[in-house]
């Protein structure tokens, strides 16, 4: 495969969607929209989130240090959009009907549609030049029961769970749910030679 330079890109490299979950000062729900979201190990698995220019979400999390990451299912793409869309900042922006709970551990608001919602602690915060990378613990993870279901296959679990992906090109993605195989099912292929 022939290979072009482009500079710095990630298209093709799909990000699922999550919406981060704050509370306010006033204790009411505050959620936006991200993409930049991906899993570390220090003794523990934990999460990297970073958040670019400023906004309510990260300043929440600057001063709670606590929030929740609720997997975008294609369902809940319209209600994920708008969040996104919509300035953080309004006062307006969460007067939407929306289904919330606290979660099972931390002090943070999570999304009930949600199939799968992490309840993140910040443990370390790096500035950077326009966006500010968190390194977080799971302090708990809240799973729609069905998906935790080993009697049904996994393919069916990850339709069921349906998420969103993004690639950066203003559009977004389901998941083709096809199995390839398992990890070390390939690797004959080159053992063989």
């Not at 729900?29 to 999460?47: A, H, K, M, R, T």
Request: aromatic share 12%; with cysteine; charged share 25%.
């Amino acid at each position: 495969m022939e290979k072009i330079s482009v500079g710095p890109e990630n298209k093709f490299c799909p990000q699922t969607l999550f919406l981060y979950g704050t509370y306010k000062e006033d204790g009411t729900p505050n959620f936006g929209l991200f993409c930049w979201f991906s899993y570390c190990w220090d003794g523990e698995l934990g999460v990297m989130a970073c958040i670019g220019s400023e906004k309510l979400t990260k300043d929440r999390i600057r001063v709670s240090k606590v929030f929740s990451a609720n997997l975008v299912s294609e369902s809940m793409l319209p209600l994920a959009d708008y969040l996104g869309n919509t300035e953080g900042y309004s006062k307006e922006k969460m007067n939407i009907p929306i289904e919330t709970e606290r979660g099972a551990v931390l002090n943070v608001p999570v999304l009930k549609n949600s199939p799968w919602v992490f309840e993140l602690e910040v443990k370390h915060s790096i500035p950077l030049d326009d966006s500010e990378a968190f390194i977080c613990k799971i302090r708990n993870t809240l799973v729609a029961k069905e998906l935790k279901d080993n009697s049904i296959s996994v393919e069916e679990r990850l339709r069921m769970a349906a998420p969103v992906t993004w690639i950066g090109e203003g559009q977004y993605y389901t998941l083709n749910c096809k199995a390839l195989g398992k990890t070390g099912d390939w690797k004959y292929l080159f053992s063989k030679k």
